[in-house]
T-cell receptor, first 110, second 112 residues
């Protein structure tokens, strides 16, 4: 199974952009890159996903490197409610399984 | 409101006493899954179900059973719980295995 590597923690100030990096050097050509986040005392929730092209939605943007070995989740203006653990996940093309790592804990300061 | 509901949210039990954690979704999803979350290990899949009466093992199925008699419900059964099953459990559902998964709020289980 292809794995992802993320920093354990990151910090941001409110209203500033946040760039959360993820390395996935063993990604296969058909693995989708998913991002979920887990707010305190809640289950994970979907944020965004992509295959090759950059993606935008109301929550965030996903920038995928041309070689697909890394990606970056971008929160354009962090709020206190964005404090969570962010998981970069590869959906295994053969099994469709989401393979979770340990994620990045994002702290947002007022 | 679309949701995945797990019960109970918290459970303390003793070794060997059978228990069931229920999971119900109101989105008519075909795919449902159980995960456990342990410190330093992220979420690991226990069992999943592609549709009614179709279940399969995930990465850590030992000591667990599931059933899928109706589309909306996917209970997780621990026939003889042991302390190493102390964990935080999440149920999830989606239209198919390829779609966005919606997670429940979690069940924190302690086995003494």
């Amino acid at each position: 199974d292809a794995k992802t590597t993320q920093p354990n923690s990151m910090e941001s100030n409110e209203e500033e952009p946040v760039h959360l990096p993820c390395n996935h050097s063993t990604i296969s050509g058909t693995d989708y890159i998913h991002w979920y986040r887990q707010l305190p005392s809640q289950g994970p929730e979907y944020v965004i996903h992509g295959l090759t092209s950059n993606v935008n939605n109301r929550m965030a943007s996903l920038a995928i490197a041309e070689d697909r070995k890394s990606s970056t989740l971008i929160l354009h203006r962090a709020t206190l409610r964005d404090a969570a653990v962010y998981y970069c996940i590869l959906r295994d093309a053969a099994t469709d399984k989401l393979i979770f790592g340990t994620g990045t804990r994002l702290q947002v300061f007022p | 409101e679309a949701q995945v509901t797990q019960n109970p949210r918290y459970l303390i039990t003793v070794t060997g006493k059978k228990l069931t954690v229920t999971c119900s979704q109101n989105m008519n999803h075909e795919y449902m899954s159980w995960y456990r979350q342990d410190p330093g290990l992220g979420l690991r899949q226990i069992y999943y179900s592609m549709n009614v009466e179709v279940t399969d093992k995930g990465d850590v199925p030992e000591g667990y059973k599931v059933s899928r008699k109706e589309k909306r419900n996917f209970p997780l059964i621990l026939e003889s719980p042991s302390p190493n099953q102390t964990s935080l459990y999440f149920c999830a559902s989606s239209w198919s295995s390829k779609n966005i998964q919606y997670f429940g709020a979690g069940t924190r289980l302690s086995v003494l």
